[in-house]
C-alpha cells in the first residue's frame, strides 16, 4: 500500500508564492512518476506538472515560468514551488504517484489566492 501525504497549502495574496510538499510512504518502487494536480470549483481536475525519477519534468501551459516540480528520491518527498500566483491558481492540489499501472492519489491541499 502506499500513502501520500501533502502540505503547504494555505491562502496568499496574488503575486505571493506558495511551496507545497508530498510525502510518499509504503511500497515505492524505484522507477515512478509523480505529479501534482488540481481542481478547481465546479472544473475537472487538472494536470500541474509531473517529474520522473530521474528528474524529468512536464508542466502545464498555465503554469510554465512560475512553478517547479522537484523531488527528493532519497526521502520519497516531492515539492511545488508556486511563485506569482494568480487567483486562477485556486483550487485543491492533489499529489499523484504512478507505479507502473497503478495510480495513488493523496488527500488534497487546498490553495486559495485572493485578488
Known amino acids: 500500500q502506499v500513502q501520500l501525504v501533502e502540505s503547504g497549502g494555505g491562502l496568499v495574496q496574488a503575486g505571493g508564492s506558495l511551496r507545497l510538499s508530498c510525502a510518499a510512504s509504503?511500497?515505492?518502487?524505484?522507477?515512478?512518476?509523480m505529479g501534482w494536480y488540481r481542481q478547481a470549483p465546479g472544473k475537472q481536475r487538472e494536470l500541474v506538472a509531473t517529474i520522473t525519477t530521474g528528474g524529468n519534468t512536464n508542466y502545464a501551459d498555465s503554469v510554465k515560468g512560475r512553478f517547479t516540480i522537484s523531488r527528493d528520491n532519497a526521502k520519497n518527498t516531492m515539492y511545488l514551488q508556486m511563485n506569482s500566483l494568480k487567483p486562477e491558481d485556486t483550487a485543491v492540489y492533489y499529489c499523484?504517484?504512478?507505479?507502473?499501472?497503478?495510480?495513488?492519489w493523496g488527500q488534497g491541499t487546498q490553495v486559495t489566492v485572493s485578488s
Open positions: 509504503g511500497n515505492i518502487f524505484s522507477i515512478n512518476v
Open positions: 499523484n504517484l504512478k507505479i507502473v499501472a497503478r495510480s495513488y
